[in-house]
Nanobody, 123 residues
Framework: QVQLVESGGGLVQAGGSLRLSCAASGRTVSNFPMGWFRQAPGKEREFVARVSSGGYNPYYADSVKGRFTISRDNAKSTLYLQMDSLKPEDTAVYYC????????????????WGKGTLVTVSS
């Protein structure tokens, strides 16, 4: 079994930056594509970004493209999300996930989910 634990969330002013981390333990996830989702208050969960098992081919939601950067360090079993130029609408709980053969657009079919970390962006 795999445990995913997110960290790095917090309160930041608009225009600021945060770096989220997702540490994997248990079974290795180095051969799983991994990514980030978020859920704002009163809204459905949405896809943010994903990256291949080797750290290639990052893909982003249009809403974060050019501001967020996803990366991973398989030697450390850790996934990252660098978030720059943050906006109040980025406020949400951010979840990391790992999945092979998953529907990333819908967040369906993931093998593993973390419990989330809260990001709050003040205006």
């Amino acid at each position: 079994q795999v445990q995913l634990v997110e960290s790095g969330g917090g309160l930041v002013q608009a225009g600021g930056s945060l770096r989220l981390s997702c540490a994997a333990s248990g079974r290795t996830v180095s051969n799983f594509p991994m990514g980030w989702f978020r859920q704002a208050p009163g809204k459905e969960r949405e896809f943010v970004a994903r990256v291949s098992s080797g750290g290639y081919n990052p893909y982003y939601a249009d809403s974060v493209k050019g501001r967020f950067t996803i990366s991973r360090d398989n030697a450390k079993s850790t996934l990252y999300l660098q978030m720059d130029s943050l906006k109040p609408e980025d406020t949400a709980v951010y979840y990391c996930a790992a999945g092979r053969g998953a529907d990333w657009a819908r967040g369906a079919g993931m093998d593993y989910w973390g419990k989330g970390t809260l990001v709050t962006v003040s205006s």
